[in-house]
């Protein structure tokens, strides 16, 4: 006799969960997907060569079984037209993300469910379309800001979703570990305005706060020229010592991959424009930038700190970061005016860096009016270029523009 309650129970575990078997999967992380049901979904088939566990969950009920250890994909699509049907879905997948699970949208309006995350900084990229948009929460400061890690992918379906999984394995290991760039410069404080009265022999030292670190992938979109990753990384100053002003650094890492390295066709590194100018220029001000303007025929390593002075466009304190990068036969033109900052790398392609991976790390302080928000945009050109017997043969741009709002 077959027992009612264990028929029952089995019942509702299938209702509740589909696992898929694993075909050649090279790791074991626990990955949700949400919004799919057919098995062989290209989502799915991509996922079962990345985990042997991956589970279907048919509604957001399932969404409770999460462990912190989980990765969580969801259908774009699917998230959309439940959501008009039912607030409630979207809601609960903030909650998810809300509990620190590295969460990816693809397909649809992937940016759906970071826009839906309160209090986060945000970096659209307007002029292009977007594949996938995973999102991490790792805490917040005192003022509700989100800290958060993000990536985005912009073209190639099979290239975003391994992207995309990787960078979540990447989050979960690095959980626990704060994110940091260089040790600060000496501090110290100063009379002025804008200053909050305090004991200066008891006051906490200045210290920056991590706040967001966001990557725009363009992944196969300018195939088969290269492929540029860029990286917001933004700290804000704590303890600034003003009620007036808040001060916000910028690292702006763009890593380029030339065509011959990714793709095996004739395009190597040659150029990169990198430009910022504040949208509000009442409430934004950019007080300081890197780096200078160089010129180099082999390898050199490019310092430079920004932050604030004390006594300087409204500073309390002394505080800085530094940020250092490697280039070989690259000149620097720092092209910034007014209010904007810019930069133009040459990069001297026919040598070996013309076939390499190169990163490019400029950087800005922003000072925001306090009750305000960052509100700042941009754009990056990168160049790469054929050559024959040294002489250029053929050039082609890929142009991205960004936008950073909130904090």
Do not use: C
Request: no cysteine; glycine share 8%.
């Amino acid at each position: 006799m077959v027992r009612l309650d264990v028929v029952l129970l089995l019942a509702l575990t299938v209702a509740l969960f589909v696992r898929v078997g694993p075909v050649g999967a090279t790791g074991a992380t626990p990955t949700y997907v949400l919004g799919v049901s057919n098995p062989l979904d290209p989502l799915i088939l991509d996922l079962q060569s990345l985990t042997s566990q991956v589970t279907l969950l048919p509604s957001v009920s399932g969404l409770a079984s999460i462990s912190g250890n989980s990765i969580l994909f969801v259908d774009g699509s699917w998230l959309a037209t439940a959501s008009s049907l039912d607030p409630t879905v979207l809601s609960s997948v903030v909650q998810t993300v809300l509990s620190g699970v590295p969460t990816v949208v693809v397909r649809g309006n992937p940016a759906i469910l970071e826009n839906a995350v309160s209090g986060l900084m945000r970096f659209p990229t307007p002029n292009l379309p977007l594949i996938s948009d995973g999102v991490q929460i790792r805490g917040a400061l005192a003022d509700g800001t989100r800290q958060a890690t993000s990536l985005k992918v912009i073209a190639g379906f099979d290239y975003a979703i391994g992207t995309e999984f990787h960078w979540a394995q990447q989050q979960l290991a690095q959980a626990s570990v704060p994110i940091t760039l260089a040790p600060l410069s000496s501090s110290s404080r100063s009379s002025g305005p804008a200053i909050v009265s305090q004991d200066s022999s008891t006051a906490p030292a200045p210290s920056w706060s991590f706040v967001i670190k966001v990557t725009t992938d363009t992944g196969d979109y300018f195939k088969p020229y290269g492929r540029v990753a860029t990286t917001f990384t933004v700290f804000r100053l704590e303890n600034s010592g003003s009620g007036s002003f808040k001060w916000y650094n910028f690292f702006f890492n763009q890593t380029l991959q030339p065509g011959i390295q990714v793709y095996g066709s004739a395009y190597r590194n040659y150029l990169e424009q990198s430009y910022v100018q504040m949208n509000n220029r009442t409430s934004n001000l950019l007080t300081d930038h890197g780096p200078a303007a160089l010129s180099n025929a082999g390898p050199t390593v490019v310092t430079y700190s920004i932050g604030t002075q004390a006594g300087v466009l409204s500073a309390a304190v002394t505080s800085n970061q530094t940020m250092t990068y490697f280039l070989k036969n690259t000149n620097v033109t720092d092209t910034s005016s007014g209010s904007s900052v810019s930069w133009v790398h040459s990069i001297n392609g026919q040598t070996s860096v013309g076939k390499l991976t190169i990163q490019i790390i400029p950087g800005w302080t922003d000072r925001v009016m306090a009750g305000s928000s960052v509100d700042l945009q941009g754009s990056f050109t990168t160049t790469f270029a054929s050559f024959n017997g040294g002489m250029v043969t053929d050039t082609q741009s890929t142009y991205v523009q960004f936008s950073a709002y909130g904090g």
